[in-house]
């Protein structure tokens, strides 16, 4: 069976770290490379942790550090309170060892496209952070368009946001960015908050994974049982939704996800719904392309024995 290709473009943060820990190993992908975007923390602590990760676990790939801003302008409400503090490093809970890992040379825009272009197979991104470098790729190299299979990413949202009323994170964060991307003509799927928000690490996950006992269910827990405890105080909620792990299990095992196509918009208007995907859930506007593919429920049961699938391949 020929691996799918893969290049996982995020800003970790506890829930990308565990998307990168899912798509490392998995004998079903091949992870060519991480690339880092400024997101959950400003780029060089997004960097810094791919890099930890990918010591910690023995993850041999380059990891490129990307833009360290949006494509066009800062957040509408101001780059500080949009990255906040939301925890010291954006991987609290775990202790790593002295970071030895070296960043690559090159430029996460470069290194995709790049990457993309000398594949002798399509390559599947995969972002799950602001879509910053994407939609810079997208423009400097539109080439890449043609050998890119589908584009996985985790943003948005067709209920109710996390971040204004109407959005994610993900998409507020460069909306413009996403714009390119979702008008890009490639597959988009996406993994929104309508389901990714019932992916709850919940404390008997995290007791599940504690008995395997190697280096990823150390990571996995002590990361998780930081975020929980800090989703509690904030949120009032027992376990953390791991948004970003939702594509990687998607790669891995699409029958547990249900999606539905549909055309989606994003606002870049910087009113009050910048951001907001605009999924025309019921084909309304007969006249737009589905240009998504959104999803609409999760098997939280299989989801998780994907995770759990996933921490065993490590020793
Ligand atoms: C998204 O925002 C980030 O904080 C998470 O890592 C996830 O990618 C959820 O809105
Ligand atoms: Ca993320």
Known sequence: MDKRKIILDCDPGHDDAIAILMAARHPKLELLGV????????LNVTTNNALNICQWLNIDVPVCAGLDRGMVRPSPIGESIMIGERDGSGLDGHTFDPLTKKLDSRHAVDFIIETVLDSDTPVTLVPTGPLSNLGMAIRKEPRILEKIDEIVLMGGVYQHGNFTPAAEFNIYADAEAAYVVFTCGRPVVMMGLDITRKAL??????????????????LFVNLMSFFNRSQKNTFGWEGAPLHDPTCVAY????????TKEMYTEIDITGGPSHGRTNCDFFNLMTDKPRNSKVCINLDVAKFWDIVEDCIKLYN
């Open 35 to 42: 690339t880092t975007v400024r997101g959950n923390q400003p």
């Open 251 to 258: 790669l891995i095992d699409p029958t547990c996800i249900e």
């Open 201 to 218: 690490c919940l404390p008997s996950v995290v007791n599940r994974i504690a008995k395997i006992e190697n280096r990823a269910s150390q």
